[in-house]
């Protein structure tokens, strides 16, 4: 799609006008005209604005004009002897921030969590920002000396010289984001590896990844979490049982590899044949030629399920409650059960809250994306 | 089909390893201490039982329970790992060694005994399941509840309960039952049922998420017993009697009126019994592989039976669950210790 060259200068403007591809995003005054344009139109607006003020009112009384802002206990947030229910019980949030971003993680050891989670932004922030320089080099510092790096100041172990903090002690946005990121990092590589095997000409490494991925694929995570944290236990002997978060950092991992594995496959298969063959006639090896020349292309193509499988994976993070590991949204459930903070309101508060905290975080990553695909759609069409 | 035994007869065949290997030569007892910790099965999250504070740290009447062991092992009643589990985990827990002591409200039951690998030590609450009405209603007893509608979790023994008992006096009730204990509180407060029944320990805590907790009552009638104890894993003699005895030491700490309070002033005692128990004669710590000081150290750290009771379910705290069966007997409830002699 590109403009018409040398528009003829006896042409009327308004033809002109015409050959140009249509403007992409509608004035605003033009943008409202058209939601009244035929009474059709202005009944559907009419419709449609009522069932906004009717679903977004109850919102926003109980996010903000109901709510309770102050207080310390769960006297704060009853409705008092006039009965009926008050909005939203902050204070019940502020007062317990900490539990939800650490868990149970010592309050005179959080500033390990914390600089991980710098370290963590740092690193994401360089290898994401388009202009940073040596992207490489934080792509591939994000997927080695990160983790070790995170892995020491969050655990502690023994020759760190810091006070060890076992996992059962970790909890809330800190092991959401652990798992997460942990599940992404493997699971990319991982998946890359099992697309490629899917598709190798060598019938042991196909067989073996396929039924890796199918067997992945045709299980509900949640099984595979029972089985992480329930069924192996059975079969090791004592003691040599890893940690529980491992196990389920693992077991999600894995899950999220089968599933990202196909996403790529996709793209893969979506790559003209010429281009195998055009790097196979420049001599270039199996490994050269797919991370040269096929990779590049195939992983620009499926940023979208990319994307999708990751945040996914994301929210799958909560599921992880029911093998007794504390995310985000386990910690929040606990705490509404507790005596000092029991309300009418204090449940949906929490969820009010969790619900804040994922949208943000996957939106920023849907858009991080959807910018991403237009700079690498700006850039293929520059070629 | 085929597989079933195959696949039961591998996990027996771990499990019985595991009860031979390394544990059976090293007691649990002697296993905690060498670990320097006790490792304590718990509840994710039971108002009054155990739920974690604002700090995140763990409290409530089972989590005080843990401490006490920890008490009498350590001194110290910090030296606990707390490993939250499902209904559904803490069996498994228990049988492949990952916890030492399950103390998770689990009610006791002849196959808890007897299939899941599991024995019960001793009583720590006993809860029942019961009635809670609004009071303006004006009804005094469950016998008044002919025809009425009665809010019950779906799939639980509560609703088999509530059928029992309404047979068994020839009365009518509309049941309205939902999926999730949530859900079942929500709807009887928005009225859309006369009764909510539910174990009493859990009316209790669901009666603070209502809109007017003050406006509700609990009913006298108790129809179910479900007597909650710790557990400890099968074959383990010594373990089991220091779990078990620390229980009966918090019942008859508050029987001898031993008090966080006094319980130095009751060391310098001179009655017999005041003496035996608080290690000053005799030697009945270390029979059980404890220090002789080990109430001592229970009372100093989380106080008698009486004292935990209070502090996390009774009238110190927001439940305020009467006493009830869990008084003492000769207070008119069950609680009551062998001597400690």
């Given at each position: 799609?590109t ?14 006008a ?13 943008g ?17 604005l ?57 309050e ?78 493997v699971?990319l ?21 396929t ?29 040599v ?11 999600v991992?894995?899950f ?87 309300t009418?309101?204090?449940a949906?508060?929490g ?10 975080c ?18 293929g069409?520059?070629? | ?21 390394a544990?059976?030569?090293a ?76 103390v ?24 029942q399941?019961a ?54 509180v ?8 006369d ?25 006298p ?28 030491g ?63 379910l ?7 669950i ?10 008119g ?5 062998p001597?400690?002699?």
């Amino acid at each position: 799609m590109t403009t018409t060259p040398s528009t003829p200068a006896n042409q009327p403007p308004a033809h002109g006008a015409l050959a140009r591809p249509p403007q992409q995003a509608p004035g605003l005054i033009q943008g409202l005209r058209s939601l009244v344009a035929t009474p059709l139109n202005a009944l559907l607006t009419v419709l449609a604005l009522a069932i906004a003020w009717f679903l977004l009112r109850p919102a926003i009384e109980f996010l903000f004009i109901d709510a309770v802002w102050s207080g310390h206990d769960r006297a704060a947030c009853l409705a008092g002897e006039a009965g009926g229910e008050t909005g939203a019980c902050w204070p019940y949030i502020a007062r317990r921030l900490g539990y939800f971003i650490y868990g149970q993680y010592p309050e005179a050891q959080r500033w390990r969590p914390n600089a991980a989670m710098a370290l963590c932004a740092l690193n994401i922030g360089w290898a994401l920002w388009p202009r940073a320089p040596f992207r490489g080099a934080a792509l591939f510092s994000f997927v080695l000396p990160f983790p070790v790096i995170a892995w020491i100041l969050l655990y502690g172990p023994g020759f760190s010289g810091l006070v060890a903090v076992p996992s059962n002690l970790w909890g809330g946005v800190l092991v959401t984001l652990v798992i997460s990121i942990v599940g992404i990092v493997v699971s990319l590589p991982l998946g890359v590896l099992l697309a490629l095997g899917r598709r190798s000409q060598m019938p042991v490494v196909c067989a073996a990844s396929t039924v890796f991925i199918e067997v992945m694929r045709g299980v509900p995570l949640l099984a595979v979490l029972f089985m992480a944290n329930r069924m192996l236990p059975l079969f090791l002997p004592p003691g040599v049982l890893p940690d529980p978060l491992v196990r389920v950092m693992v077991g999600v991992s894995l899950f999220a590899a089968a599933g990202m594995a196909e996403v790529i496959r996709g793209g893969l298969q979506a790559l003209p044949k010429g281009q195998y063959e055009a790097a196979a006639a420049l001599g270039l090896g199996y490994w050269q030629m797919m991370f040269t020349v096929i990779l590049p292309q195939a992983l620009t193509l499926v940023i979208p399920g990319i994307v999708n499988t990751f945040i996914s994976l994301f929210k799958d993070t909560t599921l992880v409650t029911v093998v007794g590991i504390f995310d985000l949204l386990t910690t929040i459930d606990v705490s509404s059960r507790d005596p000092a903070w029991a309300t009418p309101v204090t449940a949906s508060t929490g969820y009010a809250f969790a619900a804040i905290f994922y949208f943000i975080c996957c939106y920023a990553m849907s858009r991080y994306s959807a910018a991403m695909e237009r700079r690498l759609a700006a850039a293929g069409s520059r070629s | 089909m085929k597989r079933a035994p195959v696949l039961m007869a591998m996990t027996c065949g771990v499990i019985a390893a595991a009860a031979n290997g390394a544990p059976a030569s090293a007691g649990v007892l002697d296993q905690v201490k060498q670990r320097g910790e006790l490792i304590c099965g718990s509840n994710p999250g039971l108002a009054g039982f155990g739920v974690p504070d604002d700090k995140g740290k763990w409290t409530g009447f089972d989590v005080d329970y843990c401490r006490a062991i920890s008490a009498a092992i350590f001194g110290d009643p910090d030296k606990v790992k707390y490993v939250p589990l499902t209904a559904k985990d803490r069996f498994t827990a228990l049988q492949t060694g990952e916890i030492d002591v399950l103390v998770r409200n689990t009610t006791w039951t002849m196959t808890g005994d007897t299939a899941v690998g599991a024995s019960f030590t001793s009583i720590n609450f006993y809860d029942q399941q019961a009635f809670m009405v609004r009071a303006r209603l004006g009804v005094k007893s469950a016998l008044e509840l002919n025809g009425a509608e009665i809010c019950v979790q779906r799939g639980t023994t509560n609703e088999l309960n509530l059928a029992d008992f309404f047979r068994a006096h020839k009365m009518d009730y509309k049941p309205v039952a939902f999926g999730s204990a949530a859900e079942t509180v929500r709807a009887y407060d928005a009225h859309r049922c006369d009764v909510f029944t539910s174990d009493s320990s859990a009316l209790y805590a669901e009666r603070l998420r209502m809109t007017n907790p003050a406006e509700n009552i609990v009913l006298p009638e108790r129809i179910s017993r479900e007597p909650f104890a710790a557990a400890v894993r099968k074959g383990d003699g010594q373990w089991f009697d220091v779990v078990r005895w620390v229980g009966f030491g918090l019942v008859a700490a508050e029987e001898a009126g031993i008090t966080k309070a006094n319980v130095e002033e009751k060391r310098a005692s001179d009655n017999p019994e005041l003496r035996r128990m608080l290690g000053v004669d005799g030697k009945l710590g270390s029979g059980i592989g404890l220090p002789n000081e080990w109430l001592v150290n229970i009372v100093r750290a989380v106080g008698n039976y009486g004292e935990i009771y209070e502090r996390n379910l009774g009238e110190n705290s927001r439940l305020k669950i009467p006493r009830g069966q869990n008084n003492l007997w000769n207070k008119g409830g069950l609680m009551y210790a062998p001597p400690i002699r």
